[in-house]
């Protein structure tokens, strides 16, 4: 059965849980990490701010969507919120296909949509 699953956590994220893939033969894991330069400034790190509820249910409806379309086993989706320090991991996103090529075409586009869609905000702190 697909499954996808989304939670937002304060502050940096631990290491990821094993990603279940019965019949699958990929599984790709990105982690979006806080950079010590953000528009050229050297930063502590990024706080970042959420509207909870819609931010959640837009991952997950995201993820069932790119589910369907791909044909994906599952979809694992975590976002910090809070203060996350240089270095840390603030993102991180596990999919599991039968396939490369739709998991990560799914990975690329579930990113894209985030950016764009998902009511979570960041601010450098200095």
């Known amino acids: 059965m697909a499954t996808v699953l989304a939670s937002i956590h304060t502050g940096p994220l631990s ?5 279940p893939c019965d019949g699958g033969g990929a ?16 930063i502590r790190g990024l ?7 819609m931010a959640r249910d837009m991952l997950v409806a995201i993820g ?4 369907r379309r791909y044909g994906l086993l ?4 975590e976002h910090s919120k809070g203060l996350v320090p ?3 991991c603030s993102f ?8 490369r090529q739709e998991s990560l075409a799914a990975m690329g586009e579930f990113i894209d949509r985030l950016k764009r869609d998902v009511p ?4 450098a702190v200095e």
Do not use: D, M
């Open 27 to 42: 599984v790709v894991l990105f982690e979006g990490r806080v950079r010590a330069l953000e528009n050229g400034r050297t």
């Open 47 to 53: 706080c970042y701010e959420a509207y909870e509820p």
């Open 92 to 99: 991180r996103l596990r999919i599991a296909g039968r396939h």
């Open 120 to 123: 979570i905000w960041k601010s």
């Open 74 to 77: 599952a979809v694992y989706v």
């Open 64 to 67: 069932q969507e790119l589910l």
């Open 15 to 19: 290491h990821p849980l094993p990603v």
């Open 86 to 88: 240089v270095g840390e």
